[in-house]
């Protein structure tokens, strides 16, 4: 509980929205673009060296496919698997080394 406050992010982080992370981090398993399964411990950034993982768990926005579903709507993928699709929350909340730090763990190969 007292973590809480540490993880807290401004921005994109109405109460509609974290409830419907909270549920789809608590409901789904794998990831909506790749199909494998996401590891919902992983940090989003290592505790130790302060790096995006590009295998923690995102919540990944359905309505940049499909702009009549509804915004809070969206399913478990990857950051990375969600960045490569333009996850462009990632982006606009912070520039320069967070995006740098998720494109330089992207192997291509992986996808
Ligand atoms: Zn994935």
Sequence with gaps: MQARSLNYRR?????PLQRAKDRVYAEETHCCRCGQPVDKTLPYRDPVTGEVNPESKSFDHLTELDLESDPYDGHLAHLRC?????????N?????PTEEALTAGIDDSLL
């Design 11 to 15: 921005g994109r982080s109405g109460r």
């Design 92 to 96: 606009a909340k912070r520039s320069g």
């Design 82 to 90: 969600n960045a490569s699709a333009g996850a462009r929350y990632v």
